[in-house]
Structures are given as C-alpha cells and as structure tokens.
C-alpha cells in the first residue's frame, strides 16, 4: 500500500531531472553561444529586465503548493482553478500597469513596449498552465515542456535574427515571448486530452477554499522572498560593483545557479511536495522516512561532486565555456557550490513543512534567509570589498534557512511519533 508513493517519487524526480539536463544543456549552449558575439552589456540588461517581470509574475508560481495540498484534500479543482485565474489576471494587468512603465521610464531601458507586453502575457500564460499540470500531477507533461521550450526559444532566435534580420536584442525577447505562447499552448492541448478545461466562474469560499487561498496568499510570499534573495544579488552587484561584475554574475554565475536549481530543487516541489503530501493525508510516515532518505543522500553526492569539480577545475571550466572577460566568475561559482548542498536539503525540509499545510512557517523561514543574506553582506562589506561577499551572502541566508526549517522538521517527526504512540496504546 504505502511503496507505490516512495517508487513515485523518487521515478518522477529522476525523469525530471533528465528532462531538465537536456533544458540545461541546450540553454547554456545558448548562452555561452551568445556571450561570444553579443555585447555584455547588452545580455546583462535583457536578463535584468526578464528579472524584473518574472518577478511579479513568478509569485503566482507559489501558488502550485497550494494548489497540490488544497486539491489533493479536497479534489475541488473548479473553484481552486478559478480562484487562480483571477489571480493571475490582477497580478497581469498590476504587472502591465506599474512594473512595466517602472522598466521603461525609472530604469531607462531602451526596449520596444510591445516587446515588454508580449513577455508579460506570454509568461503569465506559462505561469497559469505550469501550475494546472502541477495540481492534476500530470509528470510526463511537465517534464516534456522542460526541455521543449529551450529548444523552441534558440529556433525562433535562428528564425528571428537570420531570417527576420532583427537585432540581437530583439530577437532575444520575441523569442522568449513565442516560445512562452508555444509552451502555454502545448501544456494546454495535453492537458485537454486527459482532463475537461473547468468552467470559468463564480468561486464558492466554503472554509476549505478560504483556507486555499489563506495558503496561496502565503505561498506566494514565500516565493516572492525567494525570487527576491537572487534577486538582491543582483541589485548589491549593480550598487557596488562594476557592469562588468554585474556581467560576471548574470551571464554565468545566475544562470548556472539557475540550471542547478531546475535540475535538483525545482523538482522536489513539483514531485516530492504532491507525494509527501498524500502520505500525510493517507499517514504513511515510513513512506516519507524512505523518501528523506534518499533524497538525503542523493543530495549529499551531487553537492559533493559539484563541490570537488569546482575545487580542482573552476578556472579551467569557466575558461572552456566562457570568452576570457568572464575569467573573474570563476571564485564566485566556487564559493556558490559550498552551500548548494543547503539549498537541496533545505527545498526537502520546506516540502515537508508545506505537505502538513504550514504555508506560515515555510513563509517565515524564506523572511529570515532574506534578512540573513542582507546582515552578512553589510557584514562582510567592512572586510572585503571583493564581488564574492555577494555569492557568501547568498549562501549564509541558505544557511540559516537550513538550521530553521531543521527545527520545525524535527518537530513535525516528533509530532508523528507521539501520535503514533498514542495510537498504538489505545
């Protein structure tokens, strides 16, 4: 009864973790192809504005935990799909009503408003069908858009700037904006051939849909403050560095923190969290036991060997991959794989916390590594004036997040035990 969850898991999480190496790989081709012809100045301010708008709409992605918990308890997929779209429908126009002229009028970046639009609507749609797939559970869908969309993206660049003759940067935002809609529409027609569209309408807030929306409210926060932590980073590189550092981290340092957060994080929440979550519910705890064993260990060998390899070859790695105007990334990645492991262990223990339906916790949790990134940076200011305080920052708030969410964790265990015991003498 209860090893079909643990097989589940872990098979869903290694499929995703192949469907997103194959993202990986052909997204960093992409990019490293691109930083060897197009201007650093001009790929850092395309990220930076991609940064911005996935900012605002990227919150809405917090709500798939909620969506998962509250849909597996409840199995009300039409109110809590409904509620979802109204959602992102505000926080669309919030983000085509003040984010947007923010970019174009406070910052100054010289990009084409229709451009700005069209990557405002093409995520939002992204954001709204990634997050039905995630609630319906539907895995072989999610993993095949992973790597369908980076692929999509560099054909419509090729078909953009060769055939079209666009500029670089124009090919680089109406690529990411086709390749959203292609997305979106693909993730939609696989999910109508398994399950109906639900009807838009009026939403019934019974206690379990406020208690839904209490938990979105919260989850979304919590996924703002972890966009936010990457992306103080980037604002502490743009107030006390040079462009060229602030090339340094978002041409090579973000992305690959990226592509290991797609490749070994993401997947916990979107494979892990809906498991751990019906194992709640139906209280198979030995389940998890095996779960957290696993991914424990598993997490322990992938950090080890990111840690080992950027010991011996971060300067010939960077080297090989990236023009040698990016030689000074190399520390900064290094310093980057000593606390990845933290972050692994830590999307464990904020799936756990999640799947018992403590939306707060998990909240403040994400709060005290957003307060710790910003102390430790200030912190190490007064010692060294080296780029790399940014990268230790960063891995100090992962830290204090691990310790933190280690805690609650250890209590939920206790919890269970008690319960058990209690069970077993009556």
Same mark, same amino acid.
């Given at each position: 009864?209860?090893?079909?969850?643990f097989?589940?898991?872990?098979?869903?999480?290694i499929?995703a973790?192949?469907?997103?190496?194959?993202s990986?790989?052909?997204?960093l081709?992409f990019?490293?192809?691109l930083?060897?012809?197009?201007?650093?100045s001009? =790929?850092a301010l395309?990220h930076?504005?991609?940064?911005i708008i996935?900012?605002?709409?990227?919150l809405?992605s917090?709500?798939?935990a909620?969506?998962?918990v509250?849909?597996s308890?409840?199995?009300?997929d039409a109110?809590?799909?409904n509620?979802f779209?109204?959602s992102l429908?505000?926080?669309v126009?919030?983000?085509w009503?003040?984010?947007?002229?923010?970019?174009?009028?406070?910052?100054?970046i010289d990009?084409?408003?229709?451009?700005?639009?069209?990557?405002i609507?093409?995520?939002?749609?992204?954001?709204y069908?990634?997050?039905?797939i995630?609630?319906?559970?539907?895995y072989d869908i999610?993993?095949?858009t992973t790597w369908i969309?980076?692929l999509?993206?560099?054909?419509?660049?090729?078909v953009?700037?060769? =055939?079209?003759?666009?500029?670089?940067?124009a090919s680089?935002?109406?690529?990411l904006?086709?390749?959203?809609f292609?997305?979106?529409?693909?993730?939609?027609?696989q999910?109508?051939?398994?399950i109906?569209?639900?009807?838009?309408?009026?939403?019934?807030?019974?206690?379990d849909m406020?208690?839904?929306?209490k938990?979105?409210?919260?989850?979304? =926060?919590?996924m703002?403050?972890s966009i936010?932590m990457?992306?103080i980073?980037v =604002?502490l590189?743009i107030?006390?560095?040079t462009?060229?550092e602030l090339?340094d981290?978002?041409?090579?340092?973000?992305p690959?923190l990226?592509?290991?957060?797609?490749?070994?994080?993401?997947?916990?929440y979107r494979y892990?969290l809906?498991?751990?979550a019906?194992?709640?519910?139906?209280?198979e705890?030995?389940?998890?036991a095996?779960?957290?064993r696993?991914f424990?260990?598993f997490?322990f060998?992938?950090?080890?060997a990111?840690?080992?390899?950027?010991?011996?070859?971060?300067?010939e790695?960077?080297a090989?991959?990236?023009?040698?105007?990016y030689?000074?990334?190399?520390?900064i990645l290094?310093h980057?794989?000593?606390f990845?492991?933290?972050?692994?262990?830590?999307a464990y223990?904020?799936a756990?916390i999640?799947?018992?339906?403590?939306?707060?916790?998990?909240l403040?949790?994400?709060?005290?590594?957003?307060?710790t990134?910003?102390?430790?940076?200030?912190?190490?200011?007064?010692f060294t004036d080296?780029?790399?305080?940014?990268i230790?920052a960063?891995?100090?708030g992962?830290?204090?997040?691990f310790?933190?969410?280690?805690?609650?964790e250890?209590r939920l265990?206790k919890?269970h035990r008690?319960?058990a015991?209690?069970?077993n003498?009556?």
């Amino acid at each position: 009864m209860t090893e079909p969850s643990f097989n589940r898991a872990k098979d869903a999480f290694i499929k995703a973790i192949w469907a997103t190496l194959a993202s990986v790989s052909l997204g960093l081709a992409f990019k490293i192809w691109l930083a060897q012809w197009v201007a650093k100045s001009d =790929l850092a301010l395309y990220h930076t504005v991609v940064d911005i708008i996935s900012m605002s709409l990227i919150l809405l992605s917090g709500f798939r935990a909620s969506m998962v918990v509250s849909f597996s308890q409840t199995k009300n997929d039409a109110d809590i799909t409904n509620i979802f779209r109204y959602s992102l429908i505000t926080m669309v126009l919030f983000t085509w009503g003040l984010v947007l002229p923010y970019i174009k009028h406070q910052l100054n970046i010289d990009v084409e408003y229709i451009q700005l639009v069209g990557v405002i609507l093409g995520m939002g749609f992204k954001v709204y069908f990634t997050n039905q797939i995630g609630m319906y559970r539907l895995y072989d869908i999610a993993n095949k858009t992973t790597w369908i969309e980076p692929l999509v993206q560099v054909l419509l660049f090729l078909v953009c700037y060769y =055939l079209l003759a666009q500029t670089a940067m124009a090919s680089l935002f109406y690529s990411l904006i086709l390749s959203n809609f292609a997305v979106a529409s693909f993730m939609f027609i696989q999910r109508r051939k398994q399950i109906a569209t639900t009807p838009l309408g009026p939403v019934q807030l019974d206690p379990d849909m406020r208690n839904f929306v209490k938990k979105s409210v919260m989850s979304s =926060l919590e996924m703002g403050a972890s966009i936010l932590m990457v992306y103080i980073t980037v =604002l502490l590189t743009i107030g006390y560095f040079t462009i060229d550092e602030l090339g340094d981290f978002q041409v090579v340092v973000r992305p690959i923190l990226a592509y290991f957060t797609m490749l070994f994080v993401f997947p916990v929440y979107r494979y892990i969290l809906p498991e751990l979550a019906q194992c709640i519910r139906n209280q198979e705890h030995q389940q998890i036991a095996l779960i957290r064993r696993w991914f424990f260990r598993f997490s322990f060998a992938v950090s080890g060997a990111f840690i080992i390899s950027l010991v011996l070859f971060s300067d010939e790695l960077v080297a090989i991959v990236f023009p040698e105007t990016y030689a000074n990334a190399a520390p900064i990645l290094l310093h980057f794989a000593l606390f990845f492991g933290f972050m692994m262990l830590n999307a464990y223990q904020i799936a756990y916390i999640k799947s018992h339906g403590h939306f707060l916790q998990s909240l403040m949790i994400r709060i005290l590594g957003v307060g710790t990134l910003l102390a430790m940076f200030y912190i190490l200011r007064l010692f060294t004036d080296n780029v790399v305080a940014v990268i230790l920052a960063l891995g100090f708030g992962y830290v204090s997040m691990f310790i933190a969410s280690s805690i609650i964790e250890r209590r939920l265990i206790k919890q269970h035990r008690e319960n058990a015991t209690l069970n077993n003498q009556h």
